[in-house]
């Protein structure tokens, strides 16, 4: 016997169906219909039809699914009109052509490098900082994490010249991100869009020459991009290295400002956690100290409280396929053409897997307890299975170094109580945040550490 559809959550208007209340708080929405229906239940968006399932069964059957049934291009396909056929926006066979190129940006010895560029980066932010004052922590974090992302995927050559430009024309790009309406519309945001991409086509061409002349000459995503040549061997297109640029950015910089601003603010709300973050940092990595891969793996109180943010303010807060095909979620058949959905808002908080889920409780991913062990796609704020994000250990390491400069060297105090979540397109951040600072004094004392270092690199 055919399986029903999933149940439809109340509150749906004519015409509209969900729409107004997925835009206003689809937290509120999703968490209703976790609890009239359980795991897997329908809303709609006007006429389209939506499954959400929440559960570890549910989200690794969405993870592992193949992208011939459960199709992860269609749903974001409004991102094309900023990127073009890129990554997992691109058909299958040309998405599986790139993958192998950004695989390799991320091995081992690059991150290596990446995490000293990142040191450097955040040193000289702190630096800039003066000894007190008071900063608005959000868009603060938002600039540190643009200039990583410029000088490990750029190359701080390329990033000191064009970087500010560069990021004024993303925003101009970003702000023309519509998920509704066609793309070629005749609207302003869609002809600054345009404008923005042609410019960055010119800023970026002769630089894009000068390296593919000179390919032992920097080191950074884009020399990676362009020194790989494709399958067939032929040196990868000019418009693609462009696009891979600008989509790593993309996918990179928003999502780990918010994550790693988040970290900085529940650490401040948790004084008692924070102290232990502190004992860790005063016998690891004291003022003064490069962190290097021996030290990095010894941040465990920060690498847990890093977790810990990714289970309770992931900055991709909900992925999208569509079904292809008839699909079966537990005793539901979701119908083909039907969008399906997974929600960290509840999957993340589930108590069968997560010991008072509510609550900021980095311990809850020490080894004695291991909670994220139980299942694994019980914690999926990187996502899961083929797509799973390339970038999870370089924004873990960014979070990692920004967490333990920035406090190793500042005290810093919250004036900001209560931020809450802004939710965005792209994706979800702390609302405007203060916090004061004052330099430490004298800086943490620095303690033998010349055999303390030990264990494995996981960067
Ligand atoms: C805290 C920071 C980040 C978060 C929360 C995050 C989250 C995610 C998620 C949830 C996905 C899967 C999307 C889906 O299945 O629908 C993804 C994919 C991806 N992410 Fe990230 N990401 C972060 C940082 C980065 C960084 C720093 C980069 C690169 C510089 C990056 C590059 C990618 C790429 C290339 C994919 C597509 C993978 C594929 O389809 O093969 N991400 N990310």
Redesign the pocket.
């Given at each position: 016997m055919t399986k029903p559809t999933p149940p439809l959550v109340s509150g749906a208007l004519p015409v509209l169906g969900h729409a107004a209340e997925f835009q206003r708080n689809r937290p509120r929405l999703i968490r209703r219909g976790f609890e009239e229906h359980g795991g897997v239940f329908a809303i709609k968006l006007a006429n389209q039809n939506v499954a959400v399932v929440i559960g570890p069964e549910h989200q690794k059957t969405f993870f592992l699914e193949t992208d011939g049934r459960l199709n992860?291009q269609e749903p974001y396909h409004f991102l094309q009109a900023m990127f073009g056929e890129v990554?997992?926006l691109a058909p299958h066979d040309e998405y599986l052509r790139q993958?192998p190129l950004?695989q390799e940006l991320f091995k081992r010895e690059k991150m290596l490098h990446y995490v000293d560029v990142m040191q450097e980066v955040v040193q000289a932010w702190l630096d800039g900082l003066g000894d007190s004052g008071e900063m608005e922590l959000t868009s603060e974090i938002g600039v540190l994490v643009q200039e990583v992302a410029g000088n490990c995927f750029l190359g701080p050559e390329v990033h000191q010249a064009i970087g500010r430009e560069f990021w004024d024309l993303y925003a101009d790009l970003s702000r023309a991100l519509d998920p509704l309406l066609p793309p070629n519309l005749p609207l302003p945001k869609f002809h600054k869009r345009d404008k923005a991409k042609t410019r960055m086509t010119d800023i970026l061409r002769p630089i894009i020459a000068e390296r593919r002349a000179n390919p032992d000459k920097y080191n950074d995503f884009l020399q990676d991009i362009i020194n790989k040549a494709g399958q067939d061997g032929q040196p990868v297109d000019e418009e693609l290295v462009r696009n891979l640029l600008v989509a790593?950015m993309f996918?990179?910089h928003e999502?780990?400002a918010g994550?790693a601003a988040w970290t900085i603010i529940l650490l401040l709300q948790h004084p008692g956690y924070l102290h232990k973050v502190l004992t860790e940092i005063d016998e690891v990595a004291p003022a003064g100290v490069h962190i290097d891969p021996k030290r990095m793996v010894q941040l465990d109180h920060i690498a847990w409280a890093v977790r810990e943010i990714?289970r309770l303010h992931?900055?991709?807060d909900m992925?999208?396929r569509v079904a292809k095909e008839d699909i079966e979620f537990g005793d539901y058949l979701i119908p083909a053409g039907w969008l399906v959905q997974v929600a960290q808002e509840i999957g993340h908080k589930l108590p069968a897997y997560f010991d008072q889920p509510e609550q900021f409780d980095p311990l809850r991913f020490s080894p004695d307890r291991a909670e994220d062990k139980q299942h694994r796609f019980g914690l999926f704020?990187?996502?899961g299975g083929?797509?799973?994000?390339?970038?999870?250990n370089?924004?873990n390491n960014e979070m990692t170094i920004i967490t333990a400069l920035l406090f190793r060297e500042f005290e810093l105090e919250l004036v900001t109580k209560n931020p809450q979540i802004e939710r965005g397109l792209g994706a979800s951040r702390p609302s405007e945040t203060v916090i004061r600072y004052r330099r430490r004094k004298p800086a943490l004392v620095e303690p033998e550490l010349a055999s303390a270092a030990q264990g494995t690199s996981n960067i």
């Open positions: 992860i990554l997992f993958r950004v790593l996918a990179g999502t780990t994550q990714e992931p900055s991709a992925l999208m704020g990187f996502g083929t797509h799973k994000c390339s970038g999870m370089f924004a």
